[in-house]
Each structure stands twice: as C-alpha cells, then as structure tokens.
C-alpha cells in the first residue's frame, strides 16, 4: 500500500497534468492547421512523447513513478474539466 498523502499528491498532479495537457492540445491543434497532414502526424507524436516524458518524470519526483488507476482518471476528469470550463466561459462571453 502506497501512502494516503502520497497517493493524494499523485492524483492532484495528474488532474493538473490533465487539465494543462487539455489547454496545450487545444493551442496546440490551433498552431499545427496550416501544416500539411504529414507534418501534424509528426508534430502530433512529438507532442505526446513529450508530454508523456513530462509526466512519467513528475510522477518519478512526486512518488517514485508508482502509477494507480486513480492517476488515469484523474488525468481524464482534468481533460474533461478543462474543456467544460472553456465551454462555460464561451457562453457566458456570448450573452
């Protein structure tokens, strides 16, 4: 068993990682539409392999790279967090 504050810090970086992932993806996919296809595959897998070097070091610092369930679905709830927000923001930018 993994310790409670360290399970809890766990899963608050991977709902910041998230929800930061989600805003870099969203400018991101702005930047790379005037590129050819070809370019955005190449941009696109250099990205994820980035990111994922970022959180698999993070989680390394935080916890010795112990990786439950609960850091994937935090890591989900934050995506999804983020884009609800941005949602909320438009439409309340709209009325």
């Known amino acids: 068993m ?3 504050t360290l399970q809890f ?3 608050i970086f991977s709902f910041i990682f998230g929800f930061l992932f989600s ?3 969203e400018w991101f996919n702005k930047k790379i539409n005037k590129h050819n296809t070809c370019a955005r595959l190449v941009f696109s ?3 994820i392999i980035f990111m994922t070097f970022v959180y698999f ?3 390394q ?4 790279a112990i990786f439950h369930i609960y850091s994937i679905i935090s890591i989900i709830v934050g995506y999804i967090l983020y884009d609800l927000i941005i949602k909320l923001i438009a439409n309340n930018n709209k009325k």
Request: aromatic share 6%; proline share 0%; glycine share 10%.
């Open 2 to 4: 993994i310790d409670l």
């Open 9 to 11: 810090k766990l899963i």
């Open 23 to 25: 805003a870099l993806l």
């Open 45 to 47: 897998i250099f990205l």
């Open 57 to 59: 070091v993070g989680i």
């Open 61 to 64: 610092k935080i916890g010795n």
